[in-house]
């Protein structure tokens, strides 16, 4: 049986406000904390040093590419510059394995244009930071530009992909790919945090 871990793999410089919502999603409710989630948030890093934001603020990883686990819930690959560097080079193994494992992967901002570079997104329909990025980014192992859907985020199998614009839609899909709660549930907070409060609820 598959770890209940969700795997958020960080780079140096990486875009923090693409992950927030659903790792909120998965720790808590409307109301609280859960007290049993159904899945657990860790943090990967290349090391176990704090990786830096884009922002400036420093996260203490749960694992390094070398101790972390080979048996997880998921993987997401949060954007940022970091995915322009060799770094991320090591991640491209992670995510191959984890892929013919038939885990989930989600990929975000640069982490989808790092999943075209490495080939990934060939059999899949998917998006990013668009179809020119991808093509740059994914040169002669990008092979399925015609899979590209313009849209804020794209689940296809175990497969999703978004642009750095769209962490609510990565979030949401990815929530239901997962069964994190029903798919009322998980409409209604991505509606909440789309619209916001004054808009759904009236004095």
């Given amino acids: 049986m598959a770890s209940n871990e969700i795997l958020y793999i960080l780079l140096p410089d990486f875009a923090s406000h693409e992950m927030v919502y659903l790792m909120e999603a998965i720790s808590s409710d409307e109301q609280q904390l859960k007290p049993n989630p159904k899945y657990i948030n860790k943090i990967v890093?290349?090391?176990?040093?704090?990786?830096?934001?884009?922002?400036?603020?420093?996260?203490l990883p749960d694992y390094s590419f070398e101790t972390m686990p080979h048996d997880f819930a998921a993987l997401v690959l949060i954007g940022g510059y970091g995915w322009l560097t060799p770094i991320a080079d090591m991640v491209a193994p992670i995510v191959r394995e984890a892929l013919d494992k038939g885990i989930t992967v989600g990929a975000i901002c640069?982490?989808?244009?790092?999943?075209?570079?490495?080939?990934?997104?060939?059999?899949?329909?998917?998006?990013?930071?668009g179809s020119d990025q991808l093509k740059l980014w994914g040169g002669e192992n990008y092979?399925?530009?015609d899979g590209y859907i313009h849209q804020q985020a794209v689940s296809d199998g175990k497969i999703v992909t978004a642009n750095g614009s769209a962490t609510l839609e990565f979030a949401k899909e990815l929530l239901l790919l997962l069964d994190n709660d029903t798919p009322e549930r998980i409409e209604m907070y991505y509606q909440f945090n789309k619209q916001g409060f004054c808009v759904l609820f009236s004095e």
């Fill in 45 to 59: 890093a290349p090391t176990m040093e704090p990786v830096t934001a884009i922002g400036g603020f420093r996260v």
């Fill in 143 to 145: 092979i399925n530009p």
């Fill in 110 to 129: 640069n982490g989808a244009s790092f999943m075209a570079k490495c080939g990934f997104l060939n059999n899949v329909r998917h998006t990013g930071n």
